[in-house]
């Protein structure tokens, strides 16, 4: 089981945009706009399409779309510009399944695969992979949740059922990210740290910053998340236990 380690870069993104709210007219702040079940521990979530707050994010998802562009299947485990074969095999598995045979499938592969932090694979402090990358080096937990977000997306689920969500770990006293999956309006997390999915409930230890997606991204006020303010028009700044 892969133990996860701090990661402040995840908070100062949070920071980033909760400025970008602060500083927004009303107008632009948009209440979960058709991307349904948005909200969680019992917080309100706003949604906000803009993700130039997360270039980290942006850039991953380009050089993911990037390497899918040619769908030739790779014969060898260092070969470049083709689908890893793991890669297709989970793709060609889960597609048609039951949704929480799928998400299952998904956390148990994903999982497998070794914890490596960023530093370790790429000498710099802040590095969101692609799921290639994290399929032959292994990778810290946002790589992980960004695997099992883009197999999903791959095998057909949109961005109302699922997305990376970014959390304080209160119970290690450590930022984290999971994939939060939809399933009748139930929320549960696929997270490296737990071999089992298992609803968000169950993890009360977690108290949310954002959630992100390929559609945009969801901000946290009030409940248990990690702005006490509940109301997003009157928040002015400080994360509550930061």
């Known amino acids: 089981m892969c133990t996860c380690r701090p990661l402040a870069a995840l908070a100062a993104l949070a920071a980033t945009a909760l400025l970008v709210f602060a500083g927004d007219a009303r107008a632009s702040l948009e209440p979960d706009t058709g991307l ?40 060898s485990a260092h070969e470049r510009g083709c689908v890893p074969r793991e890669w297709h095999d989970l793709i060609a598995t889960i597609k048609g399944q039951p949704l929480m045979t799928e998400l299952a499938t998904v956390n148990a592969a ?59 770990d209160t119970a290690l006293g450590v930022d984290h990210a999971v994939l939060v999956a939809y399933v009748d309006g139930t929320p549960y997390l696929l997270d490296n740290l737990h071999a089992a999915i298992r609803p968000a409930s169950r993890a009360p230890e977690y108290r949310p910053y954002y959630a992100i997606s390929l559609s945009g991204y969801w901000m946290y006020f009030g409940g248990h998340s990690m702005v006490a303010q509940a109301n997003p028009y009157r928040w002015r700044g400080g994360v509550d236990r930061w």
């Open 36 to 75: 349904s079940h948005a909200a969680l521990y019992g917080a309100t979530a706003i949604f906000r399409r803009d993700l130039a707050t997360f270039p980290q994010w942006q850039d991953a998802m380009a050089r993911a779309k990037a390497e899918r562009s040619d769908d030739r299947i790779c014969t």
């Open 110 to 168: 994903i999982n497998r695969h070794p914890y490596v932090p960023t530093w370790q694979n790429w000498h710099r402090p802040m590095y969101w992979e692609t799921p290639f990358e994290f399929l032959e080096r292994g990778g810290q937990c946002q790589d992980y949740a960004i695997a099992k977000y883009l197999a999903l997306h791959e095998a057909g689920l949109g961005d109302d059922a699922i997305r990376m969500l970014v959390v304080r």
